[in-house]
Each structure stands twice: as structure tokens, then as C-alpha cells.
């Protein structure tokens, strides 16, 4: 599992380290909010813990300009204990709160259990195709197929709407945004691709006269 740990404090993102590298977690550091936001936008990681007070940009700033798609399990760690500062964070999307002092092998098991529960929501199985939208991974049997960003953002939209049939419209809104001035035939070029990469699941995605598409994990005859 890779971290991201962001403190302004040198010695709490050693201890952090220390114990998560005891784990066998690859571990990543930013000691300001605005590296670690290139950080997140850049890389992958599998769980942030965040701060909130630091230099360049605080941590809710942080959670609320990091793009949607690049939202991860989320950490805070604190030494502000109000009530208000809880449920801001819990407001922005993130899923613990841990105050300073901390213990770190209680940091630990609340790591290990937050990772344990977001496990299975992070990853869409249908017989050997594998998503792991965290990972922004598509594999089939075991072997890993090489989307475009674009192609992989609209499988993963096609399958968060599953069995919902989604306008071409839609998916330009969605995935390229309101600004984008492209037409229909960006959307069908691009599902052509994403089909052929699909190999024997390119059936799942179904075409809807009249409409666009929809994902469907039933098995086509």
C-alpha cells in the first residue's frame, strides 16, 4: 500500500514513516499543502494523511481544490480538536480524524482499517476483468491493459452508472467537461477503442439506439 503523508513536522512524519515502513507500506512525504496537492495530482497513493495546519496551503484547502477523480481514503491528522474542525473535514470527504498527541500504533490500526474497508469499493470484478479505480488499473486474466486516461475515465463512469444507459451528451459533460465543444463522434470513437481493448468483455458495453451507451455485467448471448 503507498502512503502519502503530509506534516509540516519533520519528527511526526519520521514516526509515521517508521511504523508504516514496519508494515511494509511504501511511504511518500510532503511538508507543505501545495506539494503535496502536485503530489496526489501526480502520483498514485492509497491512503493520505493530512494535516491541516501548514504552510503554503492548509489541508482543507487541499482536500477541497484536489480534483474529484484524484480523491483517495483521507487521514486527518491534527492537533485541533474542535468539534467544528471534525465535521469541516468530515464535510470535505474524509474518513478519520485523529488528534495530536497521537499513538502511532493506534494510527496504525485505524490505517489498517480504513484500508481494509475501502478495499473492495475501490475495485469492480466481473469474472477475470479487474477495475481498481483507485489504481486507475485494468487488467484481464491477470494481465494489464493499457487504457488512455480518457478511455479509462469513461469505463469507470459506464460502470459507477451500470445498467443505466448514458447519453453521449453525457459522457461529454462528464468526462471532458462543460467547456469541451467536440461532438458525437468523439464519444463513439473513443468506446470503439475502449471495446477493442476490452477483448471478450467488449460486449458489456452496449450500445443504446437512439441514446448512447450503458455497461452491463450480464452475460451476453
Request: no cysteine.
Amino acid at each position: 500500500m503507498n502512503l502519502l503523508i503530509v506534516d509540516d513536522e519533520e519528527k511526526i512524519r519520521e514516526v509515521i514513516k517508521e511504523y508504516s515502513e514496519a508494515e511494509n507500506y511504501i511511504v511518500e512525504e510532503a511538508d507543505n499543502g501545495k506539494s503535496a496537492l502536485d503530489k496526489l495530482i501526480q502520483n498514485h497513493y492509497d491512503l493520505l494523511i493530512l494535516d491541516i495546519m501548514m504552510p503554503e496551503m492548509d489541508g482543507y484547502t487541499l482536500l477541497k481544490t484536489l480534483p474529484k477523480e484524484k480523491r483517495i481514503p483521507t487521514i486527518i491528522l491534527s492537533a485541533r480538536d474542535e468539534v467544528y474542525d471534525k465535521l469541516q473535514g468530515f464535510d470535505l470527504g474524509i474518513d478519520d480524524y485523529v488528534t495530536k498527541p497521537f499513538s502511532p500504533k493506534e494510527l496504525m490500526a485505524r490505517i489498517k482499517a480504513l484500508a481494509k474497508r475501502t478495499k473492495h469499493s475501490n475495485i469492480y470484478q466481473l469474472n477475470t476483468l479487474e477495475i481498481n479505480f483507485a489504481a486507475h488499473t485494468v487488467k484481464i486474466n491477470q494481465q494489464k491493459i493499457n487504457l488512455t486516461p480518457k478511455e479509462f475515465d469513461i469505463l469507470s463512469y459506464l460502470i459507477e452508472n451500470k445498467n443505466i444507459a448514458i447519453s453521449r451528451e453525457q459522457l461529454l459533460s462528464k468526462i471532458w467537461g462543460y467547456s469541451y465543444f467536440g461532438d458525437d463522434r468523439t464519444i463513439d470513437t473513443h468506446i470503439k477503442m475502449l471495446r477493442s481493448h476490452l477483448k471478450q468483455y467488449k460486449n458489456h458495453i452496449e450500445t443504446v439506439r437512439g441514446i448512447g451507451y450503458k455497461f452491463t455485467d450480464e452475460e451476453n448471448q
